[in-house]
């Protein structure tokens, strides 16, 4: 029987191919061209142009061939075009969920960790007492056979009820989340690119609930004049519109998701960089860019009482820092009793997951 071998490490053969590498520029350049994947290509060109990326033996027609021949492309006999695929897509999510949050592994599932005792997967090392109701399966043989030992002794050994120990393990529950995603005018102004590090914290989040808590649900809703549902493999094409922010339409939608979820756990996820400035009363759109309007204010405050009702907690993910803002940002959380975060774009992914992680009812400004 051979024991553990040990051999001399060699760094190069920890080192990526330059497939790989390429791969990974690749995935980057698909977020911030919406999944773009002729703009993409043109992009990688001319980065190669620039910085030598291929080589004599390897180049980038050899590149383009291996992402057909992997299973990330597929060509459109009638057109031409290269498309996605659905590969791609969870490729491009998981590159996210790498960069943001870290690698992880799979786990079991409902892996969301609670303080109340139940049936679960976690084993508590403390023990108590049977009592009716409790499972076979939760009883504690070992313990239970020493109370029968030293109450009985071991001559005229009997395990009667008084001697069984029961070992709980602790309950983890399940949660429903709705990430609502600002798709606004305003999310590319000002020579800032807004939607793209929420398009990457939007899809590490999906990949992390699918691989970790497969029991949990994700809903994604993107809001402009309008709010509407997005699909988890069709954000990596999101891109921002000619739109005002209608956050009440989003609550909305989000509410109305949450309303259908049977799960008592749930949370909403708002990520924006500005004021509400539009309402959608009837069929006719009622706008105003110039300061903060209390009528858009009021339903929007409106609706975070109604969550409050409904035990859903709001948190508001600000990903611009102006001062008139904070005042809204303000109210509206009170109102909800959620929490606000003032997040830089490169913060962002970390204050969603830690939020996302512990669930605790703190709010930060």
């Not at 005042?327 to 909800?336: A, I, P, Y």
Request: glycine share 6%; net charge neutral; aromatic share 10%.
């Amino acid at each position: 029987m051979l024991g553990h071998r040990f051999i001399k490490f060699n760094p190069a053969d920890n080192q990526q191919s330059l497939f790989e590498q390429l791969l990974n520029i690749f995935t980057q350049l698909l977020t911030y061209t919406s999944g773009d994947v002729a703009e993409a290509l043109q992009w990688m060109n001319e980065l190669d142009k620039q910085y030598q990326l291929t080589n004599p033996e390897y180049g980038m027609g050899d590149f383009i061939e291996d992402l057909k021949k992997n299973g990330y492309l597929q060509e459109n006999v009638v057109t031409g075009n290269f498309d996605l695929t659905a590969k791609s897509e969870q490729t491009i999510r998981k590159k996210s969920l790498e960069e943001i949050f870290g690698k992880l592994k799979k786990t079991k599932s409902g892996n969301h960790t609670t303080f109340k005792p139940g049936q679960g997967d976690e084993i508590n090392p403390e023990t108590r007492p049977f009592q009716f109701g409790d499972m076979l399966e939760q009883i504690d043989f070992t313990q239970s056979i020493r109370n029968a030992q030293i109450n009985h002794g071991i001559e005229s050994f009997s395990m009667r009820e008084d001697d069984l120990q029961i070992r709980e393990t602790d309950f983890k529950t399940q949660t429903s989340t709705v990430l609502m995603i600002d798709i606004s005018h305003s999310m590319i102004l000002y020579g800032e690119d807004r939607i793209t590090p929420a398009k990457k914290v939007a899809m590490a989040l999906s990949e992390l609930i699918t691989t970790k808590y497969p029991k949990d649900t994700l809903d994604i809703v993107v809001f402009g004049n309008d709010a509407w549902p997005v699909e988890i493999k069709d954000l990596p094409y999101l891109q921002v519109g000619p739109y005002h922010t209608n956050t009440v339409a989003g609550l909305e939608l989000a509410m109305d998701i949450l309303r259908r979820r049977k799960n008592p756990n749930k949370q909403i996820f708002m990520i924006t960089d500005g004021k509400p400035t539009c309402l959608k009363i009837g069929k006719k759109y009622y706008k105003n860019s110039f300061g903060i309007d209390r009528k858009i204010l009021n339903r929007c405050i409106n609706l975070a009482a109604q969550c409050k009702k409904l035990k859903i907690p709001i948190t508001t993910f600000m990903i611009a820092s102006d001062p008139y803002l904070q005042k809204f940002v303000q109210e509206f959380t009170e109102m909800n009793q959620g929490k606000a975060f003032f997040a830089s774009l490169d913060k962002l992914g970390a204050f969603i997951f830690k939020d996302f992680e512990s669930g605790k009812s703190k709010t930060v400004y």
